[in-house]
């Protein structure tokens, strides 16, 4: 079992929509969460972060944690083409706190 | 401010060839990385450095070497390039190892023939 997963999707919506994306983990005693995107080509940048149980907003997007389930995701509200990328979850694993990636979900946004 | 910065950009290997991969990041971080990215399988750790003279292995470490130069410099080696190892690498640094964000260069993309 990987330490965190994704759906590898690809995951298609149309402009305006809500996309839903989801990672879960294997570590119970990972406490930071990440979520970084990556255009094509391009190198990983850090959209969300989160540490605690819950809900944490920022702008369009919305990053929820369950540690009891041990699982994140990511709602990105009123899609845009130009969210159109892979979104990769991190989370920090092990007794060496690795910052540890999923393989990615692919997410294209229609206009 | 540049950032993080990797060279080269590019580059084709032989089978059996050496190279040494260059990283450098003027944001004063603590912790430096390096990744490979093949498709569909996300980012995996190949080794990482907390602080200045101290490395350890991640998820991929077999065939690689590194060097933490000094605070800003991180370096990844090759000794003997396998066609396996056509990937295309990132290094990341962040302020400390837990709870920072990680700040990415802009990849290298590498093949060997």
């Known amino acids: 079992q990987k330490e965190v997963e994704q759906n590898s999707g690809p995951l298609s919506v149309p402009e305006g929509a809500i996309a839903s994306l989801n990672c879960t983990y294997s570590?119970?005693?990972?406490?930071?969460f990440f979520w970084y995107r990556q255009y094509s080509g391009k190198s990983p940048e850090l959209i969300m972060s989160i540490y605690s149980n819950g809900d944490k907003e920022d702008g369009r997007f919305t990053a929820q944690l369950n540690k009891a389930s041990q699982y994140v995701s990511l709602l990105i509200r009123d899609s845009q083409p130009s969210d159109s990328a892979t979104y990769l979850c991190a989370a920090e694993v092990g007794s060496a706190r690795q910052l540890t990636f999923g393989s990615g979900t692919q997410l294209t946004v229609l206009p | 401010n540049a950032g993080v910065t990797q060279t080269p950009k590019f580059q084709v290997l032989k089978t059996g060839q050496s190279m040494t991969l260059q990283c450098a990041q003027d944001m004063n971080h603590n912790s430096m990385y390096w990744y490979r990215q093949d498709p569909g399988m996300g980012l995996r750790l190949i080794y990482y450095s907390a602080s200045e003279g101290t490395t350890d292995k991640g998820e991929v470490p077999n065939g690689y070497n590194v060097s933490r130069l000094n605070k800003r410099e991180f370096s990844l080696r090759l000794e003997s390039a396998a066609p396996s190892q056509t990937s295309v690498y990132f290094c990341?640094?962040?302020?400390?190892?837990?709870?920072?964000?990680?700040?990415f260069g802009q990849g290298t993309r590498l093949t060997v023939v």
């Open positions: 990341a640094s962040s302020a400390d190892r837990v709870h920072t964000e990680a700040f």
């Open positions: 570590d119970r005693v990972s406490q930071s």
